[in-house]
């Protein structure tokens, strides 16, 4: 019986060490995430530039004047996809 009485008796140790631990940690998270005060986030006011000053020369640089514009693009013809493009493909019937 002994034996017994003391097996119950570790297990009982045992489940009372992890309610512990449990609770503890609990606590914790309560504290640390719950209860605890944020802190006072400080307003950073950032100050405009004074003064933009554009260069407008640059536009004038022969090395512009060499670039070549984009080609004009062509409206698709041909059919448009599904409707729904997430659905998978129907197989087509021979």
Same mark, same amino acid.
């Given at each position: 019986?002994?034996?017994?009485?003391?097996? =119950?008796? *570790?297990?009982?140790?045992?489940? !009372? &060490? #992890?309610?512990?631990?449990?609770? /503890?940690?609990?606590?914790?998270?309560?504290?640390?995430?719950?209860?605890? =005060?944020? *802190?006072?986030?400080?307003?950073? !006011? &950032? #100050?405009?530039?004074?003064?933009? /000053?554009?260069?407008?020369?640059?536009?004038?640089?022969?090395?512009?004047?060499?670039?070549?514009?984009?080609?004009?693009? !062509?409206?698709?013809?041909?059919?448009?996809?599904?409707?729904?493009?997430?659905?998978?493909?129907?197989?087509?019937?021979?």
């Amino acid at each position: 019986m002994a034996i017994i009485f003391s097996e =119950k008796q *570790k297990k009982q140790q045992s489940l !009372i &060490l #992890v309610f512990i631990t449990v609770a /503890v940690l609990t606590g914790l998270v309560f504290y640390f995430g719950v209860f605890k =005060k944020p *802190k006072d986030e400080s307003i950073i !006011i &950032l #100050v405009p530039p004074k003064n933009v /000053v554009i260069n407008f020369e640059i536009l004038k640089n022969p090395l512009l004047s060499r670039l070549e514009l984009f080609e004009e693009v !062509i409206e698709f013809e041909g059919e448009i996809g599904r409707d729904n493009p997430f659905n998978p493909p129907k197989a087509e019937k021979p």
